[in-house]
């Protein structure tokens, strides 16, 4: 099995940052990408960053220029660095990774239980 643990949410001003990580854990013989989810409220979960395991990205247009994530493949760790925070970034922040667990062909999902950031004054 293979556990991945958020942290770094919170309570921010509109305007401040907020540094998310998610760190995985278990039987993990490699990751192929690394994704950033958000869900609101009242609305449907939506991507927001990715990056694969040669390091590539791509950003949904709310995050573009505002939000960078990064990933450290020997702590087996991606980041999602928020700047410039706004109100409608309020949601429960979710990591998914795409991995596997041996050599081989097969890839699996895991989930992340969620972060809170809440951007309000």
């Known amino acids: 099995q293979v556990q991945l643990v958020e942290s770094g949410g919170g309570l921010v001003q509109p305007g401040g940052s907020l540094r998310l990580s998610c760190v995985a854990s278990?039987?993990?013989?490699?990751?192929?990408?690394m994704k950033w989810y958000r869900q609101a409220p009242g609305k449907e979960r939506e991507l927001v960053a990715t990056?694969?395991?040669?390091?590539?990205?791509n950003y949904a247009d709310s995050a573009k220029g505002r939000f960078t994530i990064s990933r450290d493949n020997a702590k087996n760790t991606m980041y999602l660095q928020m700047n410039s925070l706004k109100p409608e970034d309020t949601a429960v922040y979710y990591c998914?990774?795409?991995?596997?667990?041996?050599?081989?062909?097969?890839?699996?999902?895991?989930w992340g239980q969620g972060t809170q950031v809440t951007v309000s004054s």
């Open positions: 278990g039987t993990i013989f490699s990751i192929d990408s």
């Open positions: 998914n990774i795409r991995y596997k667990r041996r050599a081989g062909i097969l890839y699996y999902d895991s």
């Open positions: 990056i694969t395991s040669g390091g590539s990205t």
